[in-house]
């Protein structure tokens, strides 16, 4: 069995940002939200766009975020984070 990844890339799916964040709600409740995804090593701008738009306070608990919460926040930084990936890969022409 291989050890789960420290970090996630553009690349992750909504779903693999979900288990690296319910495993760290489990280990680690009283980490801040914003603690949490950016030591996941997840694009800060989606992560403020994310909470913003979902009006999460950032600097909330995660344990205090119910299963539901966590998985559109998950799928809310997925669809942020891969479109500011998008935009800084020159298009070719």
Same mark, same amino acid.
């Given at each position: 069995?291989?050890?789960?990844? #420290? =970090?996630?890339?553009?690349? &992750? &799916? /909504? =779903? =693999? !940002?979900?288990? /690296?964040? &319910? %495993? %760290?709600?489990? @280990?680690?409740?009283?980490? &801040?939200?914003?603690?949490?995804?950016?030591?996941?090593? !997840? *694009?800060? /701008?989606?992560?403020?766009?994310?909470?913003?738009?979902?009006?999460?306070?950032?600097? $909330?608990? @995660?344990? +205090?975020? +119910?299963?539901?919460?966590?998985?559109? @926040?998950? $799928? *809310?930084?997925? +669809? @942020?984070? =891969?479109?500011?990936?998008?935009?800084? !890969?020159?298009?070719? #022409?």
């Amino acid at each position: 069995m291989s050890a789960a990844p #420290t =970090e996630l890339n553009p690349s &992750s &799916s /909504a =779903e =693999e !940002i979900y288990a /690296a964040v &319910s %495993r %760290r709600q489990f @280990l680690r409740p009283h980490r &801040s939200v914003q603690d949490v995804l950016t030591e996941l090593g !997840i *694009c800060p /701008a989606a992560v403020a766009q994310a909470v913003q738009w979902l009006e999460i306070d950032a600097s $909330r608990p @995660l344990g +205090r975020l +119910r299963a539901s919460e966590l998985m559109q @926040l998950s $799928r *809310c930084v997925h +669809r @942020l984070w =891969e479109q500011a990936a998008a935009s800084r !890969i020159p298009q070719a #022409t």
